[in-house]
């Protein structure tokens, strides 16, 4: 999915009950448990599942800022609480003595804490509510936010529907002459030809020869290896997907359509294809799939888009 983040700054929208150590002490504990929804912008997804939001300098700057602000005030409460607790942990030696003999104490020790904590609680709801007032438009804005990631990803999912039936319905009729291929010659001089079906990866050129069935296809390839058996192939990306949605490669699709499994010798004489990119009898390259540099979701000799989508024009080299 594709997100603007041009002019923009990312944080993990993660409540504060995910925190790390947030119940490390009995009462702040307690006050993160009642407030456990609250949301913070934190730069560590701590979850390991939540969404990673994009926003402009200004709100991510005042959301970052609180939110760490938020942090120190609870990790200060926390260190507070201990310290307050310390003073109930009666010496190792006769315990229970200490205790017979300190009875007053312990009294004053037990109204004396309970105030230090009715006071820590009330610096942690001040804090909080301080935090809320400088982030009041954030939960808003993660709402909508995912509200819209998750309209994109239904969008993409339903458009990679619509792909994968157009190259179906174009395998479908793959027999007919529906193809093209394209012959071409780099400034280096290297020579290459480009095989697609013309419903998927429509080019246009001087060199391209539309309207041929994958017979007449083949044997445009055997006359160009004839006189220059160096010479790759590559296929459409759209065309390499379609086939290998089909038949599990477009080696093996191309030899279902034609009886044919283009061999890296560049003869096509149907051994064993050991190239993904392939030159000829030269080529040393190993590899028996026509995908390897070109898949679903993952870049390359022209490599399909996130989420398989192949995307409009280009050539993956194929292997023969």
Not at 28 to 48: H, M, P, Q
Not at 159 to 166: P, V
Not at 173 to 183: E, G, K, M, P, Q
């Amino acid at each position: 999915m594709t997100v603007d983040q041009s002019n923009k700054r990312s944080f993990y929208a993660t409540d504060l009950g995910w925190i790390p150590d947030a119940r490390a002490t009995l009462v702040i504990g307690e006050e993160i448990s009642k407030n456990r929804n609250v949301l913070c912008a934190t730069r560590v997804d701590y979850t390991f599942r939540e969404a990673l939001v994009w926003v402009d300098e200004t709100r991510w700057s005042r959301w970052r800022s609180a939110t760490e602000r938020l942090f120190a005030k609870i990790r200060a409460l926390q260190d507070e609480e201990r310290a307050a607790s310390l003073q109930w942990y009666p010496p190792f030696i006769n315990p229970l003595l200490w205790r017979i003999v300190n009875l007053w104490r312990i009294w004053w020790l037990r109204k004396t804490y309970e105030d230090k904590m009715a006071k820590i609680r009330a610096d942690f709801n001040a804090a909080l509510a301080e935090y809320q007032k400088q982030t009041e438009d954030l939960p808003q804005y993660v709402r909508e936010y995912m509200r819209q990631l998750i309209e994109r990803e239904a969008l993409r999912l339903q458009q990679e529907r619509e792909r994968r039936a157009q190259r179906a319905a174009a395998v479908a009729i793959a027999a007919r002459a529906v193809w093209s291929y394209r012959l071409e010659t780099d400034r280096d001089n290297r020579r290459s030809f480009s095989i697609y079906l013309s419903d998927l990866d429509e080019e246009a050129g001087e060199s391209t020869r539309a309207g041929l069935t994958p017979r007449q296809i083949q044997d445009a390839l055997d006359a160009e290896r004839a006189e220059h058996p160096h010479t790759p192939v590559r296929w459409g990306r759209n065309t390499e997907l379609a086939l290998k949605e089909a038949y599990g490669s477009a080696p093996s699709g191309w030899r279902a359509l034609t009886g044919t499994l283009i061999d890296s010798s560049g003869d096509s004489q149907g051994r064993p294809t050991r190239s993904s990119y392939t030159y000829g009898p030269s080529s040393n390259y190993g590899s028996d799939t026509a995908a390897s540099h070109g898949s679903d979701g993952g870049a390359g000799y022209g490599g399909v888009s996130y989420g398989g989508d192949g995307g409009a024009g280009g050539f993956s080299v194929s292997g023969f």
